[in-house]
């Protein structure tokens, strides 16, 4: 649902205005747009200086948008068409960075709502890198390893000429892993002719990939949680942890929790759920959804779990929820129902997962919440961190990159607090995560000049 006006500062409005005007339909757009423009009262009366350039205008109209027609063969010999996206939102501070999502509800105002929410997530890591976000409505489910590489390579085939090390550089987000990332680098370098490592991130790590990318989102999740728990002189250990979603953000936050001496007793995929109140098994869940690719269902097989069909997640009782499959699937219902159980913990992996309703419900119940553009981070944090070994020719052991990784976090959450202090709105992460992110971003706009 389109988020309305009313709510913004005056000389907000006519921007949002804009905003639903050129991007009409786009309601993923617009929802992450209206999110940033809540926050944004106090910055435009402080910083008049944003106005008169336009800065927050410029920031909503990305700087380039590309789709493409995307061939392939599947392997029955039919031709398969699918639409293949890159919306490079913001250059302000580095290249373009941002993975790539295949999955068949990516439309453009997907991908625009997700490289928008980059540029401050990207900001916020402290990290030389703009934001962009790309895609298709490419479906892997069900596809052969045949059929994933040829249209991996009928995509990069398109699009390889809008990327490069400086320019542009995408990595994996939604149906995009490491297998897509191999072939999407192979068809690169073949179409190239150089070994240009930094075009990509969340490679192999015996071409060019970083130690911890794969743990990294779930695990910077987990850390930033860790963070707002030490606040309150608490941990991890023996709380009830509920995760959605069973793919690469989910299985790794949930394999820092259960290090971190908590419970995770549900996961989920986009057919139902699983409660194991013993807390989930994660090497049966690796296998079952890195290695075979399975359904969660198979997950309750033989085992003291159960797996309920459809129904929510959300009904599992928990003291920290973390929302880790996909935008808008925690609702106010959902967060009334949490509340109600005793939850006082939300935190998103997942980019945008809870509606603005959904939030408000969270934080008038006085849940602590923290945004995915804050809490998400450690994923493209440790992607520039890829970019630093490739540049460099070198590589780091695990311990040094999940130390520099655990430093991000607790540098993004540090400067959530600072600053939404300074914004006069102290230990709301929202708020502060999205002014830091904006202010960083803004600062370099103004300093570029009118580009
Ligand atoms: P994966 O493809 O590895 O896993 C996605 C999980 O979410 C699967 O369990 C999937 O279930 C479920 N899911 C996806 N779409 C839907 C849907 N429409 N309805 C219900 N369930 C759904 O993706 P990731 O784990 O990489 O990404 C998860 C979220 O985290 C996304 O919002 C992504 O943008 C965000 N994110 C990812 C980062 C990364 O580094 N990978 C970094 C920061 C954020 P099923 O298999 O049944 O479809
Ligand atoms: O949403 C995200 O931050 C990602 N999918 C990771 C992006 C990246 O470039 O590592």
């Given at each position: 649902m389109t988020p309305t006006t009313s709510d913004l500062h005056p000389t907000l409005r006519p921007m949002y205005e804009t905003v639903l005007r050129r991007n009409p339909g786009e309601s993923e757009f617009h929802q992450a747009a209206h999110e940033v423009f809540e926050s944004l009262s106090p910055v435009v009366a402080k910083r008049p200086e944003y106005v008169q350039a336009s800065i927050i205008e410029r920031i909503c109209e990305p700087e380039r948008q590309i789709i493409f027609r995307v061939p392939w063969v599947d392997d029955a010999g039919k031709v398969q068409i699918n639409r293949g996206f890159r919306v490079e939102f913001n250059s302000a501070l580095g290249p373009y960075k941002g993975g790539l999502r295949f999955h068949?509800?990516?439309?453009?105002?997907?991908?625009?709502?997700?490289?928008?929410?980059?540029?401050?997530?990207?900001?916020?890591?402290?990290?030389?890198?703009?934001?962009?976000?790309?895609?298709?409505?490419?479906?892997?489910?069900?596809?052969?390893?045949?059929?994933?590489?040829?249209?991996?390579?009928?995509?990069?085939?398109?699009?390889?000429?809008?990327?490069?090390?400086?320019?542009?550089?995408?990595?994996?987000?939604?149906?995009?892993?490491?297998?897509?990332?191999?072939?999407?680098?192979?068809?690169?370098?073949?179409?190239?002719?150089?070994?240009?490592?930094?075009?990509?991130?969340?490679?192999?790590?015996?071409?060019?990939?970083?130690?911890?990318?794969?743990?990294?989102?779930?695990?910077?999740?987990?850390?930033?949680?860790?963070?707002?728990?030490?606040?309150?002189?608490?941990?991890?250990?023996?709380?009830?942890?509920?995760?959605?979603?069973?793919?690469?953000?989910?299985?790794?936050?949930?394999?820092?929790?259960?290090?971190?001496?908590?419970?995770?007793?549900?996961?989920?995929?986009?057919?139902?759920?699983?409660?194991?109140?013993?807390?989930?098994?994660?090497?049966?869940?690796?296998?079952?959804?890195?290695?075979?690719?399975?359904?969660?269902?198979?997950?309750?097989?033989?085992?003291?779990?159960?797996?309920?069909?459809?129904?929510?997640?959300?009904?599992?009782?928990?003291?920290?929820?973390?929302?880790?499959?996909?935008?808008?699937?925690?609702?106010?219902?959902?967060?009334?129902?949490?509340?109600?159980?005793?939850?006082?913990?939300?935190?998103?992996?997942?980019?945008?997962?809870?509606?603005?309703?959904?939030?408000?419900?969270?934080?008038?119940?006085g849940v602590q919440f923290a945004p995915g553009k804050a809490a998400n981070a450690g994923g493209v944090a440790t992607s520039a961190l890829e970019m630093q070994q490739n540049a460099s020719r070198d590589s780091w052991s695990f311990e040094t990159t999940d130390a520099r990784l655990r430093d991000i976090m607790q540098g993004i959450y540090g400067s959530c607090m600072m600053t939404a202090e300074e914004y006069g709105m102290p230990g709301d992460v929202i708020a502060g995560a999205n002014i830091a992110g904006f202010t960083q971003v803004a600062d370099a706009m103004l300093s570029q000049g009118v580009i």
């Open positions: 068949p509800s990516v439309l453009l105002g997907t991908v625009k709502f997700l490289g928008f929410e980059q540029i401050f997530k990207n900001a916020l890591t402290g990290l030389p890198i703009g934001g962009g976000k790309g895609g298709s409505d490419f479906d892997p489910k069900g596809r052969s390893d045949g059929e994933v590489m040829r249209f991996c390579q009928s995509f990069m085939t398109e699009l390889y000429r809008h990327l490069g090390e400086y320019t542009d550089v995408p990595a994996g987000d939604i149906g995009v892993g490491g297998r897509e990332i191999g072939y999407l680098f192979g068809q690169y370098k073949r179409i190239t002719n150089r070994y240009e490592a930094g075009v990509l991130t969340g490679k192999g790590l015996s071409w060019g990939g970083s130690q911890v990318r794969t743990e990294a989102t779930g695990y910077g999740l987990v850390y930033f949680v860790d963070e707002m728990l030490r606040a309150q002189q608490t941990s991890f250990e023996g709380k009830k942890v509920v995760i959605s979603g069973s793919g690469n953000v989910a299985i790794y936050a949930a394999e820092k929790v259960a290090q971190l001496a908590g419970t995770v007793v549900a996961m989920s995929d986009s057919g139902g759920y699983v409660v194991d109140e013993n807390g989930m098994d994660l090497e049966v869940m690796k296998d079952l959804k890195e290695i075979r690719r399975g359904r969660i269902s198979e997950y309750a097989e033989g085992r003291e779990a159960r797996y309920l069909e459809g129904g929510t997640i959300w009904d599992v009782p928990c003291d920290i929820a973390l929302p880790c499959a996909t935008q808008n699937e925690l609702d106010e219902t959902h967060a009334a129902t949490l509340v109600k159980n005793g939850v006082r913990i939300v935190a998103e992996g997942a980019n945008m997962p809870t509606t603005q309703a959904g939030t408000r419900a969270l934080r008038e119940a």
